[in-house]
C-alpha cells in the first residue's frame, strides 16, 4: 500500500527535555506558524510551515490549524477507569471514600459488557480533554482489563493498564488470592502486552490490600517481566501511611514496603508520595521510579500538599495525574492548574512551560514511551492535540493581551478545560473534534 502523507498547520510546542526552572530555550522548540508533515501517522518532519510545506508529496491533505497551538496530547500518568461513576463522591478521607463508593462501583466490573460500557465513555472523554495515553487501574477482574484493552485497541490508543491485585482488606466480592492474582496477570500480559499499542502495568492496588504472598507474588512478576510498567499508590493519607507501619512493623518507610518486593525501578509509577521523607525521596530518585503528582484528588480527598520541588530537586521523576475518581477532572488543564495551585503553597511557582513538559514527555517517559510517543521528532507516533485561544469569551479576551508563550501557556491551564481543547488527533487521525 502507498504511504499515507498528511500535513497539519498551526503554532507547534513541544519538549525536547526538562525546561526547568529558568525554562531552558534548549529543552523546548516553538514555532509560530508551523507544520508537521505525517507519514503513515508518524512524524516525518517538524518544522516551519513554508519548509515541511515544500517536503510534502504534491497534493497532500493539509488540516490547518492557523491561530492555534498544537501540542503533544496529554499524558495521564494514574487514572482509574472503572471509577467514571464515582467522580465526585464526598467522602471523609481516602479510606472511607474506598468503602461507601469506590469499593462497591467496582463490584460492577465483573459483568464485561458493564466494563465495556464504562470503557467506551471513559476513553471518549480522555479524547474530548486531549489525554491521549493513560496509566490506567482496572477492577480486580480480569475481564475488566480485557474489556478495556479491547476498547483502546478498537480506537488505536496508546494506553497502558493492568488488572488490580487485592487480597485482604476490602470486601469479600472484590477479592483475589495470591496465586489467582499471579495467574490472572500473566494472562493478561500474555495477551495484551506488545498487542497493539498496548502495554500492561503490574497493578497491586497498595499495601494495604495486599498480603505479604501477594506482593511476593507480584515481585515475581516485576522480575519475570523486566520491562513492564508497576503501577501503584503510596503514602497519600496520614491514616493509610500509619496502618501500613502496622501492617508491615520491618519496613523503614511505606515505600520501603515495595523495594523490599522488588517493585521499585524504572517504569514503576506510584500514585500520591506526598508523606515521604529524604530517604524515600533519594531512593525514588536512584530507582527511576515515578511520582505521579495527583493534585485535584489529593485536594477532594484531604490528603495533603505533595511537594513537588522537593521531588523534583531530589531528582526524583514526576508525572500529572488526574486520579479520577479521587480526582475531580478528566482535564489535564484543570489538574494542571490545582498542580500550580498546591505547589505555590508549598512556596514554588511552577511555570506553565515546565507543567506542560510533566504533563506530555514526562509522562511518556515515565511510562517508558518516549521513543515513541511525548514529542515531535521524526518518527514519533503523531498523537496530539489542538489548544483553542478563543475557546472561552474570557480566554479570548485575556489570551489578546498575552505577550509570551509562558503567559499564553499559563493563562490556558488556569482558565481552561475540555472547552480549550479543539481537536485530538491519535496516529494523525482527528478522533475527537468540538462541535
Ligand atoms: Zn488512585
Not at 500500500?1 to 498528511?6: D, E, K, S, V
Not at 477482574?141 to 493498564?161: C, E, P, T
Request: glycine residues 8%; negative net charge; contains cysteine.
Amino acid at each position: 500500500m502507498a504511504a499515507q502523507f498528511q500535513l497539519i498547520r498551526g503554532d507547534i510546542l513541544h519538549f525536547l527535555a526538562d525546561p526547568g526552572e529558568d525554562t531552558a530555550a534548549t529543552a523546548y522548540e516553538y514555532i509560530a506558524d508551523g507544520g508537521l508533515l505525517l507519514q503513515d501517522g508518524h512524524v516525518k518532519l517538524c518544522g516551519a510551515w513554508r519548509d515541511v510545506a515544500a517536503a510534502a508529496p504534491e497534493g497532500t491533505h493539509c488540516e490547518d490549524y492557523c491561530g492555534k497551538l498544537i501540542v503533544p496530547g496529554f499524558v495521564d500518568t494514574h487514572i482509574h477507569y472503572p471509577q467514571t461513576d464515582v467522580i465526585a463522591s464526598p467522602g471523609r478521607g481516602l479510606l472511607d471514600w474506598l468503602d461507601r463508593y469506590t469499593f462497591p462501583a467496582e463490584r460492577h466490573f465483573s459483568d464485561a459488557d458493564w466494563a465495556t460500557e464504562v470503557a467506551e465513555f471513559f476513553c471518549e472523554e480522555l479524547l474530548r480533554n486531549g489525554t491521549t495515553t493513560a496509566l490506567v487501574f482496572g477492577t480486580v477482574h480480569a475481564q475488566s482489563v480485557d474489556a478495556f484493552f479491547s476498547v483502546a485497541s478498537k480506537r488505536g490508543l496508546r494506553m497502558v493498564a493492568g488488572k488490580v491485585m487485592m487480597d485482604r482488606h476490602c470486601p469479600d466480592y472484590l477479592r483475589d488470592t495470591p496465586q489467582s492474582s499471579y495467574d490472572d496477570s500473566k494472562r493478561l500480559i500474555e495477551r495484551w502486552h506488545g498487542t497493539d499499542r498496548l502495554g500492561y502495568a503490574i497493578t497491586p492496588r497498595f499495601a494495604i490490600t495486599s498480603s505479604e504472598a501477594q506482593l511476593e507474588a507480584a515481585g515475581t512478576l516485576a522480575r519475570e517481566y523486566p520491562s513492564l510498567s508497576v503501577h501503584s499508590h503510596v503514602a497519600e493519607n496520614p491514616d493509610e501511611v500509619n496502618w501500613v507501619q502496622e501492617l508491615f512493623p520491618w519496613s523503614r518507610s511505606y515505600l520501603d514496603v515495595y523495594d523490599h518486593y522488588g517493585l521499585l525501578r524504572p517504569h514503576a509509577v506510584y500514585a500520591h508520595c506526598i508523606y515521604l521523607d529524604g530517604g524515600d525521596r533519594q531512593r525514588m530518585a536512584d530507582s527511576g521510579a515515578t511520582a505521579a503528582f495527583s493534585p485535584t484528588s489529593n485536594l477532594f480527598l484531604g490528603s495533603g500538599l505533595f511537594n513537588l520541588r522537593e521531588a523534583l530537586d531530589a531528582g526524583v521523576h514526576v508525572g500529572i495525574a488526574s486520579d479520577v475518581g479521587g480526582g475531580t477532572s478528566f482535564s489535564m488543564l484543570r489538574t494542571l492548574a490545582a498542580a500550580y495551585q498546591v505547589s505555590h503553597l508549598n512556596a514554588y511557582v511552577l511555570p506553565a512551560l515546565r507543567a506542560f513538559y510533566l504533563s506530555t514527555l514526562s509522562g511518556a517517559v515515565a511510562l517508558g514511551l518516549d521513543e515513541k510517543i511525548g514529542n515531535f521528532l521524526p518518527g514519533k507516533e503523531a498523537d496530539f492535540i489542538v489548544l483553542d485561544p478563543q475557546a472561552t469569551p474570557l480566554i479570548a479576551r485575556r489570551m489578546a493581551s498575552a505577550a509570551s508563550l509562558e503567559e499564553r501557556l499559563f493563562l490556558w491551564l488556569t482558565l481552561g478545560d475540555d472547552r480549550a481543547v479543539a481537536a485530538t488527533h491519535v496516529m494523525g487521525k482527528a478522533q475527537w473534534r468540538r462541535p
